[in-house]
């Protein structure tokens, strides 16, 4: 597949995207979907996204594109709660030398991302040391 069909290929997965992120924002918003259908919309809108996002790898790093598409599926991932989907598609776009705008805005989403999965770990350190305390009869 060479690069023009790619690019044909992430815009209609892009505009895809969108709709379902659309669908999602102004259902969630005007109380016409329910949660369920929010979170569906918005998973699927990531899905995407995400593919749109793979599609332009083959483009130059630092095309405005792709940086965009990876930027938008970043926020994406955070939106559904996907830290570590959201952690890798920034770090993707960040080695990518995206211009300066979009890398503060991924560097934003990246730091946010970070700080909830420190908020999971130390959950999870705290439930091992709880079951620690009980084995050893501590509590």
Not at 7 to 33: F, P, T, W
Not at 71 to 96: H, T
Request: hydrophobic share 40%.
């Amino acid at each position: 597949m060479n690069t023009l069909e790619n690019r044909s290929n992430a815009e209609v997965l892009h505009d895809q995207a969108m709709e379902c992120y659309d669908n999602a924002y102004y259902g969630e918003i005007k109380g016409k979907l329910s949660p369920e259908l929010v979170a569906e919309n918005y998973r699927k809108a990531f899905e995407l996204e995400k593919k749109a996002a793979f599609e332009l790898l083959t483009l130059p790093e630092n095309n405005l594109t792709r940086a965009v598409i990876f930027r938008s599926a970043a926020c994406l991932a955070f939106k559904i709660g996907e830290w570590r989907e959201c952690e890798k598609l920034a770090c993707m776009a960040l080695s990518a030398e995206p211009p300066k705008y979009v890398e503060k805005q991924l560097r934003e989403v990246l730091k946010d991302a970070i700080l909830e999965l420190e908020k999971i770990e130390e959950i999870r350190l705290a439930k091992l040391k709880e079951e620690e305390d009980l084995e050893q009869g501590k509590i």
